[in-house]
């Protein structure tokens, strides 16, 4: 029977809570953890400075509950670790059901979402769900919801946490669910001037000669004040929002979706690495290169011609990618799904992307193809089996791009040595530049000063 815990960021008596609890008591244990007030918009805020406060109370459906002083994301850590040191470690931990929706790229500032994100971080897979109203009277759906988002949490693991919408419509309303991305921010907000009341005024007065004013000569707003003439309170601002309409537009994300009548669900991963830019920036690195090993996977490995050693020089040849920053690609044939990418390989890289290959060559992959076509890329090394059909399909590919090739001819191979020394011929008679790994890693370990002589005489050694 799974554990969940619950948390949430409208407090521990929020009817949304209740009604979560309630649907997930027939399907598990159930902890409660939710701050004793409100706390929207604290993001993954944690208290770091000052005390929390947490006592034990009585919840229907739950097995547990706490109320705590802290943010939804301290109610996360606090849950998990209460629960873990009980020997229940969570399963599943959800957040919610918030009022008021969290979309767009606003879900930036939702503590709804950042208890789900701990969550995440702490390895428990994890669901935030919203119900777009500040004044919700229909959780139905999104409750109908929960036993698919856990089977497809449990397909994705704890790296990446579900965000869900849902309208605050009857069943009968809703249009149906959308898995899409977030769209733009929801609200056009800007700081509004609130007038002061007339009776909080603060009349300027004298202070004593040498003596700071009571507001210790400086303004709120931390400008410098002037000694012995009092001090004003600094001016009141308000956030003031209009709701941004996105129903109708067309556009494919959640916004949009969510104002024409549809649930939603948006997964997020918990790395807030942006791969593309992670690809574009070490590229700059390395003579901007990159490189592609082609299947290094055993079964592959182990049918080439001197397969042994194949794999030898494909985890030196990785131990010298990761030392030179260079990013790369690992291809797995798409027809031998369970195949695994030796971790021998894996392991030293510093950057790295694996793809399923459908066709002989590795750009056939239309993910890949897009970025390589959006890439400035000029250099690109090429490793991996087989020597005359994968390599040299891709190889030709890139030459037809305009992209410098290099193949290291000892960390590619074929069934067999004609078939390998062949395929080497040809490609260096249309262009590319064959050497060694040892060779290349030396000449890129000189040109960007990543790698001395030392570092690859121990790596290939």
Known sequence: MPRFLVVNDDGIESEGLRVLVRTLSPRGEVYVCAPDGERSATAQSVTLFGDITAREISFKNAEKAWAVSGTPADCAKFGIQMLEDAGKRPDILFAGINKGSNAGTDIHYSGTVGAAVEGGMSGIRSIALSVDSWDPTDFQYICDMIPELMEISSELGSGTVLNVNAPDLPIWKVKGTKILPMGPRTFDDRLEEKPRDPQEEIHEEKAPDGAESSAGGRLTGGLPGTPGTG????????????????SGSGQNNDLAALQDGYAVITPMSVDLTDRDALIRIMRRDGGKVLCFIIDPVDTVLYDMWRGEKLKENLIALSRALGRLGVYTVLSTPFYRRGDVID??????????????????????????????????????????????????????DLLDRGIKVTILRDCCSSRSKQDHEAAIELLRDRGCEITTSQAWAAETGRITGRMGCDAFDQIFR
Do not use: C, N
């Not at 001090?231 to 996105?246: A, C, F, L, P, S």
């Not at 992307?353 to 890329?377: N, W």
């Open 231 to 246: 001090e004003k309170k600094g001016t009141v601002y308000r956030y003031q929002g209009i709701h941004q309409d996105h």
């Open 343 to 396: 971790p021998g390989i894996t392991r030293s890289l510093d950057g790295y992307e694996t793809v399923d290959r459908i066709g002989f060559s590795l750009l056939d992959t239309p993910d890949l193809k897009e970025k390589m076509a959006a890439s400035s890329e000029k250099r690109v090394v090429l490793a991996g089996g087989e020597t005359h059909v994968e390599v040299a399909a891709a190889a030709m």
